[in-house]
């Protein structure tokens, strides 16, 4: 309950800051990724403020953690961070595959095509566009399509616990 | 170039870091990374035992959408946006299953691995950042696309 409590107001923050960033306006978003023609580069400072803001905490973060005493197998951790889990699920691998790149390559296609990322496109359901209901859908296609070409591959998943 | 003044960045800075405390609170409660199509994607394909954060957080950005269209209507396009439906269904397929396949999107990548120093993150964000700017190249300027 308080885990849902804590998301839920994370998410809200989140979203708050995509519509007063720009982010929920795909013509702002094109004109950002429009480098060769009438480019408009105030969006980069929305990755500025988010990542300066999220380094920081992540930094603090991790000191918590490994202040929070011994993290011997067999011995009860401190629970000092997170607050209400037992813990963090943060990705750690390093290496660079063909998966990451070619998905990241087609998602910024369709980001260019369309303007709109799986956050602005989720916050922007509120205004009823069926343009956006339209994407939304599809972007769980898209999922469900990727998910079941690689059902077949290995077990996969990136997920890992921190350190 | 658009005209670019400092007034015109506060808009961008300001939203960056409520999306950065957004992110950073989901850290420190939760432990988990706030990347939209990593806990939007786990809400499509459940794992028992972890939706329950998931929905909370989607509803979080469900509910902050609604909050935006009632205090700042000007966080959307007038008209709608993003282009003709056809555009619309293709560019989501690419957004949905390149997210998958890529591990993160803008936030997952961009926002909160980057801040990790992640090196597969920045490959990713280079990626997505030069393909989005080529596409829109390709788009605007030689195809000239209906926008």
Redesign the interface.
């Known amino acids: 309950m308080?885990?849902?409590?804590?998301?839920?107001?994370?998410?809200?923050?989140?979203?708050?800051?995509?519509?007063?960033?720009?982010?929920?306006?795909?013509?702002r978003v094109?004109?950002f990724?429009?480098?060769?023609?009438?480019?408009?580069?105030?969006?980069?400072?929305?990755?500025?403020?988010?990542?300066?803001?999220?380094?920081l905490?992540?930094r603090v973060?991790r000191r918590r953690r490994r202040g929070g005493g011994s993290d011997a197998p067999g011995l009860a951790r401190a629970p000092r961070?997170?607050?209400?889990?037992?813990?963090?699920?943060?990705?750690t691998?390093?290496?660079?595959d063909a998966?990451?790149?070619?998905?990241?390559?087609?998602?910024?296609?369709?980001?260019?095509?369309?303007?709109?990322?799986?956050?602005p496109?989720?916050?922007?359901?509120?205004?009823g566009?069926?343009?956006?209901l339209?994407?939304?859908?599809?972007?769980?296609?898209?999922?469900?399509?990727?998910?079941f070409a690689?059902a077949r591959g290995r077990g996969e998943t990136?997920?890992q616990t921190?350190e | 170039m658009n005209e670019f003044t400092a007034i015109g960045a506060i808009g961008p800075l300001l939203g960056g870091v409520l999306i950065g405390l957004g992110a950073s609170l989901l850290l420190l409660f939760n432990g988990r990374v706030a990347g939209i199509s990593g806990v939007f994607g786990g809400l499509l394909f459940r794992k028992p035992g972890d939706t329950a954060w998931r929905a909370a957080f989607v509803g979080g950005l469900l509910l902050g959408g609604l909050a935006l269209v009632a205090a700042h209507p000007r966080a959307f396009p007038p008209a709608g946006g993003g282009g003709s439906l056809g555009l619309v269904i293709v560019a989501g397929l690419l957004v949905g299953c390149g997210a998958r396949l890529g591990s993160g999107c803008t936030s997952g990548h961009g926002v909160c691995g980057l801040s990790r120093l992640s090196v597969r993150s920045l490959v990713a964000t280079v990626t997505f950042m030069a393909t989005a700017a080529i596409t829109v190249y390709l788009s605007r300027h030689l195809l000239g696309a209906a926008r």
């Open positions: 308080r885990q849902g409590a804590a998301a839920f107001l994370a998410g809200l923050l989140f979203a708050v800051g995509l519509g007063v960033s720009g982010m929920t306006q795909p013509s094109i004109a990724l429009d480098v060769a023609g009438d480019w408009d580069p105030s969006l980069a400072f929305v990755m500025a403020g988010a990542v300066s803001v999220h380094f905490a992540y973060l961070f997170p607050l209400l889990a037992d813990r963090a699920v943060v990705p691998r390093a290496d660079i998966r990451l790149v070619a998905g990241a390559g087609l998602f910024g296609v369709g980001w260019g095509l369309a303007g709109y990322c799986p956050g496109a989720l916050v922007s359901l509120a205004t566009s069926s343009a956006v339209a994407f939304v859908a599809a972007m769980a296609a898209g999922m469900a399509i990727e998910r690689t990136s997920e921190m």
